[in-house]
Protein backbone atom coordinates (compact mmCIF):
# COMPACT_ATOMS: atom_id res chain seq x y z
CA UNK A 1 0.00 0.00 0.00
CA UNK A 2 1.21 3.67 -0.70
CA UNK A 3 2.12 5.23 2.55
CA UNK A 4 -0.09 8.29 1.54
CA UNK A 5 -3.58 8.07 0.06
CA UNK A 6 -4.77 9.51 -3.28
CA UNK A 7 -8.06 9.41 -4.45
CA UNK A 8 -8.08 11.07 -8.28
CA UNK A 9 -11.88 11.84 -9.60
CA UNK A 10 -12.24 12.35 -13.05
CA UNK A 11 -15.26 13.78 -15.28
CA UNK A 12 -14.38 13.46 -19.08
CA UNK A 13 -16.96 15.27 -21.30
CA UNK A 14 -17.33 17.01 -25.07
CA UNK A 15 -16.33 15.24 -28.10
CA UNK A 16 -17.56 14.36 -31.33
CA UNK A 17 -20.32 12.09 -30.04
CA UNK A 18 -20.92 14.34 -26.35
CA UNK A 19 -20.14 11.40 -24.73
CA UNK A 20 -19.32 12.14 -20.76
CA UNK A 21 -16.52 9.29 -19.09
CA UNK A 22 -16.11 9.52 -15.29
CA UNK A 23 -13.65 7.34 -13.09
CA UNK A 24 -12.61 7.50 -9.48
CA UNK A 25 -9.50 5.52 -8.45
CA UNK A 26 -8.10 5.03 -4.54
CA UNK A 27 -5.40 3.95 -3.49
CA UNK A 28 -7.21 2.74 -0.41
CA UNK A 29 -8.97 0.63 -3.09
CA UNK A 30 -6.92 -0.44 -6.11
CA UNK A 31 -4.55 -3.42 -5.44
CA UNK A 32 -0.59 -2.64 -4.59
CA UNK A 33 0.76 -2.05 -7.93
CA UNK A 34 -2.20 -0.18 -9.08
CA UNK A 35 -1.99 1.62 -6.19
CA UNK A 36 1.95 2.51 -6.48
CA UNK A 37 1.28 3.39 -10.02
CA UNK A 38 -1.60 6.10 -9.30
CA UNK A 39 0.62 7.46 -6.86
CA UNK A 40 3.77 7.85 -9.02
CA UNK A 41 1.20 9.67 -11.62
CA UNK A 42 0.19 12.25 -9.01
CA UNK A 43 3.50 13.25 -8.11
CA UNK A 44 5.06 13.85 -10.87
CA UNK A 45 2.31 16.82 -11.25
CA UNK A 46 2.66 20.35 -9.46
CA UNK A 47 -0.53 21.13 -9.00
CA UNK A 48 0.42 24.21 -6.94
CA UNK A 49 1.89 25.55 -9.89
CA UNK A 50 -0.86 24.55 -12.64
CA UNK A 51 -3.58 26.49 -10.34
CA UNK A 52 -7.24 25.60 -11.21
CA UNK A 53 -6.59 25.30 -14.85
CA UNK A 54 -8.70 27.11 -17.81
CA UNK A 55 -11.91 27.09 -18.72
CA UNK A 56 -13.16 24.05 -19.97
CA UNK A 57 -15.75 26.11 -22.08
CA UNK A 58 -12.86 28.01 -23.97
CA UNK A 59 -11.74 25.75 -26.66
CA UNK A 60 -11.25 28.64 -29.33
CA UNK A 61 -11.68 28.61 -32.80
CA UNK A 62 -11.42 24.98 -34.21
CA UNK A 63 -11.61 22.79 -31.24
CA UNK A 64 -15.47 22.72 -31.42
CA UNK A 65 -15.64 18.89 -30.47
CA UNK A 66 -12.98 18.99 -27.72
CA UNK A 67 -12.97 17.06 -24.68
CA UNK A 68 -13.43 18.79 -21.42
CA UNK A 69 -11.76 17.10 -18.30
CA UNK A 70 -12.79 18.24 -14.70
CA UNK A 71 -9.75 16.38 -12.43
CA UNK A 72 -10.03 16.37 -8.51
CA UNK A 73 -6.88 14.96 -6.94
CA UNK A 74 -6.94 14.35 -2.70
CA UNK A 75 -3.68 13.95 -1.77
CA UNK A 76 -3.55 13.77 2.31
CA UNK A 77 -5.41 16.51 3.77
CA UNK A 78 -4.67 18.43 0.54
CA UNK A 79 -7.68 18.79 -2.51
CA UNK A 80 -6.56 20.32 -6.14
CA UNK A 81 -9.66 20.79 -8.66
CA UNK A 82 -8.75 22.26 -12.18
CA UNK A 83 -10.40 22.18 -15.26
CA UNK A 84 -9.13 22.01 -18.42
CA UNK A 85 -9.77 22.30 -21.98
CA UNK A 86 -8.76 19.46 -24.36
CA UNK A 87 -6.00 21.92 -25.70
CA UNK A 88 -5.19 23.57 -22.41
CA UNK A 89 -3.97 20.37 -20.73
CA UNK A 90 -0.52 20.52 -19.26
CA UNK A 91 2.18 17.88 -19.84
CA UNK A 92 2.64 16.68 -17.03
CA UNK A 93 -0.68 15.77 -16.50
CA UNK A 94 -1.27 13.84 -19.62
CA UNK A 95 -0.37 10.62 -18.50
CA UNK A 96 -2.71 10.79 -15.28
CA UNK A 97 -5.21 11.68 -17.45
CA UNK A 98 -4.69 8.54 -20.28
CA UNK A 99 -4.57 6.23 -17.06
CA UNK A 100 -8.01 7.49 -16.15
CA UNK A 101 -10.01 7.41 -19.00
CA UNK A 102 -8.07 4.26 -19.67
CA UNK A 103 -9.69 3.10 -16.53
CA UNK A 104 -12.53 4.87 -17.51
CA UNK A 105 -13.54 3.02 -20.86
CA UNK A 106 -12.92 -0.23 -18.83
CA UNK A 107 -15.75 -0.11 -16.97
CA UNK A 108 -13.38 -1.00 -13.86
CA UNK A 109 -13.84 1.58 -10.61
CA UNK A 110 -11.24 2.00 -8.25
CA UNK A 111 -13.56 2.26 -5.25
CA UNK A 112 -16.11 0.02 -3.94
CA UNK A 113 -19.93 0.68 -5.22
Not at 13 to 27: P, Q
Not at 83 to 103: D, I, Y
Request: no cysteine; charged share 30%.
Amino acid sequence: MTEERIRVALVRTGGFAGLELRTTLDTAHLPEAEARELAGLVQRVDFESLGPGGSAEDTGPGWPDAFHYRLSVRRGGRRWDGLFGEQQVPPELRPLLTKLVARARSGRAGDPP
